[in-house]
């Protein structure tokens, strides 16, 4: 049997990088998938994707920072398939790499709405709906960024993934008791398209991160899908306000 036969699991973000490796592992672990993300024909092909290995799945077009379409993206899940069993919030952006003071107050606020406020509104619509139903796992998506100062002129992209750490901590304590668990996933550089021009742009950024890394290797969206199927799977029943490092123990 597989970990996750006949729920229903929903993923922001889903259609390329890590949120496309989720959605698929999430299919392939027995899960109906709600892939959700603004940019159509990527997000339909995952969609198509899960559906021609068998799965089933739908696309729901959702700019996570506008809450109208955050609810309707909720309600469309369960139109489709009845609840929300499992979410991944992961949509996020890595804005403009600068340092503190180079940050406009324009880049400071896209960071913030996206990464940040984006999650909040995800969590706070799917958590009604999974206390609606007696309980759920939602997983979100900080990274290594969010546990420590970021070296790479990205204050705010840090300081929104910080952030994502403390609402992940505060809403598991909120609704433990209720059944949801909530947990986060930090990863390391991810060889994932929101990574690929800094790679470019920087060609000592990977032989660094390989550097740090006790595996040394970076890593790719399939290692951070692996991760957050298993904390929404019963298998991580007793796990909840935890920000779990996927880093190839680069923090180690």
Known sequence: MKDLDGQVALVT????????????AFAQAGARVVVAARRVREGEAVADSIRAGGGQAVFVKTDVTVESQVEAMVRAAVESFGRIDCAF????????????????????????????????LCMKHEIRQMLAQGGGAIVNDSSTAGLRGSGLAMSAYSASKHGVIGLSKTAAREYGKAGVRIN??????????????????NPNLEARAVSASALARIGVPEDVA?????????????????????????LA
């Open 13 to 24: 973000g889903g259609n390329s990088g890590i949120g496309r490796a989720t959605a698929l």
């Open 226 to 250: 692996q991760a957050v199927v298993w904390l929404c799977s019963g298998r991580a029943a007793f796990i909840t306000g935890a920000a779990i490092p996927v880093d190839g123990g680069s």
């Open 89 to 120: 919030n992961n949509a996020g952006i890595a804005g403009e790499a600068t340092s503190t003071i180079d940050c406009t107050a324009e880049n400071f606020d896209r960071v913030m709405s996206v990464n940040l406020k984006g999650v909040w």
């Open 184 to 201: 986060a996933v930090c990863p390391s550089l991810i060889r994932s398209p929101m990574v690929a021009p800094a790679l470019e742009a």
